[in-house]
Nanobody, 115 residues
Framework: QVQLVESGGGLVQPGGSLRLSCAASRTTIFNFYHMGWYRQAPGKQRDLVATITAGGTTTYADSVKGRFTISRDNPKNTVYLQMNSLKPDDTAVYYC????????WGQGTQVTVSS
């Protein structure tokens, strides 16, 4: 099954930017996958952040619209999440997922927004 590895998390000040990456391996059909990002803050449920279909259609949670951008690079088997104007409320572990029938998850990457 496909394996997903997230990277790009870290500590950033409010108003700053980060770009998360999710690299997929063990698949030759990455371009057919529906991809997306969820996040989970301490003590809270995992919430959907953004999705991108195989055809490139994107959706966003209201809380990140206008600040976050999801994109994919099929030749590199990678999906990205560009996060701008970060707020303390964006602090969470960010998880990438890939769906083609079943859903596969990455291990998550921590994003902390704090001064």
């Amino acid at each position: 099954q496909v394996q997903l590895v997230e990277s790009g998390g870290g500590l950033v000040q409010p108003g700053g930017s980060l770009r998360l990456s999710c690299a997929a391996s063990r698949t030759t059909i990455f371009n057919f996958y529906h991809m997306g990002w969820y996040r989970q803050a301490p003590g809270k449920q995992r919430d959907l952040v953004a999705t991108i279909t195989a055809g490139g259609t994107t959706t966003y949670a209201d809380s990140v619209k206008g600040r976050f951008t999801i994109s994919r690079d099929n030749p590199k088997n990678t999906v990205y999440l560009q996060m701008n104007s970060l707020k303390p409320d964006d602090t969470a572990v960010y998880y990438c997922y890939a769906q083609y029938g079943i859903v596969n998850w990455g291990q998550g990457t921590q994003v902390t927004v704090s001064s």
